[in-house]
T-cell receptor, first 113, second 113 residues
Framework: DVKVTQSSRYLVKRTGEKVFLECVQDMDHENMFWYRQDPGLGLRLIYFSYDVKMKEKGDIPEGYSVSREKKERFSLILESASTNQTSMYLC????????????FGPGTRLTVL | QKEVEQNSGPLSVPEGAIASLNCTYSDRGSQSFFWYRQYSGKSPELIMFIYSNGDKEDGRFTAQLNKASQYVSLLIRDSQPSDSATYLCAVNAGGTSYGKLTFGQGTILTVHP
């Protein structure tokens, strides 16, 4: 079974703080993704990575950066958190063998005060 | 802009009925199609995938794909209250897209006893 884990289920931060969200997969997947999900807006892609140290912007990268130093770990960084970044953040990993699709971690509900 | 459209609902069906969820997509070159189920407060979970025109059945679920009309649907037979969730349609354009998925906004399904 594909296993994707995220460092926190719930996180509360203050405006202006630097925030790190961690995602780890244990299946040696090359492609990993960060989304945010908001009511009425659906799932929106922030960034994705197709290999170690390789990344590409998604649809809404502003205010975010990412890091992928090791294949199994993909981090999302909020350089200076703002209240409009309060959201559910979902990490996904792409399974190529068998069904070519994405499997999601449990999500991190981030609140920025 | 590649788009995936779903009726947001809510769709309400009685227990034991057939629930029919629909999705249309704009990119005619799309290769593979997925249905994810998302319970409130949880992350999306893959329940069906389909690559070829026609029907694909898995237990109570049937996915239907019509590439000429650019629509994909999900039928849930003998609906149960535990099927109450948001259903996300996702489309993979294929090629060198690194497995990027475009998601619809989701349809909220409520199955009432």
């Amino acid at each position: 079974d594909v296993k994707v884990t995220q460092s926190s289920r719930y996180l509360v931060k203050r405006t202006g703080e630097k925030v790190f969200l961690e995602c780890v997969q244990d299946m040696d997947h090359e492609n990993m993704f960060w989304y945010r999900q908001d009511p009425g807006l659906g799932l929106r892609l922030i960034y994705f990575s197709y290999d170690v140290k390789m990344k590409e912007k998604g649809d809404i990268p502003e205010g975010y950066s990412v890091s992928r130093e090791k294949k199994e770990r993909f981090s999302l960084i909020l350089e200076s958190a703002s209240t409009n970044q309060t959201s559910m953040y979902l990490c996904a990993s792409r399974e190529l063998l068998g069904i070519d699709t994405q499997y999601f971690g449990p999500g991190t509900r981030l609140t920025v005060l | 802009q590649k788009e995936v459209e779903q009726n947001s609902g809510p769709l309400s069906v009685p227990e034991g009925a057939i629930a029919s969820l629909n999705c249309t997509y704009s990119d005619r070159g799309s290769q593979s199609f997925f249905w994810y189920r998302q319970y409130s407060g949880k992350s999306p979970e893959l329940i069906m995938f389909i690559y070829s025109n026609g029907d694909k059945e898995d237990g109570r679920f049937t996915a239907q794909l019509n590439k000429a009309s650019q629509y994909v649907s999900l039928l849930i037979r003998d609906s149960q209250p535990s099927d109450s969730a948001t259903y996300l349609c996702a489309v993979n354009a294929g090629g060198t897209s690194y497995g990027k998925l475009t998601f619809g906004q989701g349809t909220i399904l409520t199955v009432h006893p």
